[in-house]
């Protein structure tokens, strides 16, 4: 079993950036894929970046371009990058780890963490 803590949530205006971070107390090479989702209250969480242990990568039509996924494997931490954030990106963002890849940004979750919440204000 692995524990997964993300933080660098907050609020912040329409166009700005955050960087989340997910650490692990496990290598996440142990597992097939990583990946970040986003919970909005009423609606299914959604995969918005997962990467395979190869290092391969997809992202939800939704962020690709904007978001960037990165793992650094010696610190077992799974970073997403956001830019150009728009006031649809506010939600609960989860990192979760599993062993099915499904491209584009899911990686469905076998493990996940608490989340972090990201609020975008216009």
């Known amino acids: 079993q692995v524990d997964l803590v993300e933080s660098g949530g907050g609020p912040v205006q329409t166009g700005g950036t955050l960087r989340l971070s997910c650490a692990a107390s496990?290598?996440?090479?142990?597992?097939?894929?990583a990946g970040w989702f986003r919970e909005v209250p009423g609606n299914s969480r959604e995969g918005i970046a997962a990467?395979?242990?190869?290092?391969?990568?997809s992202y939800g039509n939704s962020v690709k371009g904007r978001f960037t996924v990165a793992r650094d494997g010696a610190r077992n931490i799974l970073y997403l990058d956001m830019t150009n954030l728009k006031p649809e990106d506010s939600g609960m963002y989860y990192c979760?780890?599993?062993?099915?890849?499904?491209?584009?940004?899911?990686?469905?979750?076998?493990?996940w963490g608490r989340g972090t919440q990201v609020t975008v204000s216009s």
């Open positions: 979760a780890v599993g062993n099915q890849y499904h491209p584009p940004g899911t990686c469905p979750g076998l493990v």
């Open positions: 496990g290598s996440f090479y142990s597992w097939h894929c």
């Open positions: 990467m395979k242990r190869d290092g391969t990568i």
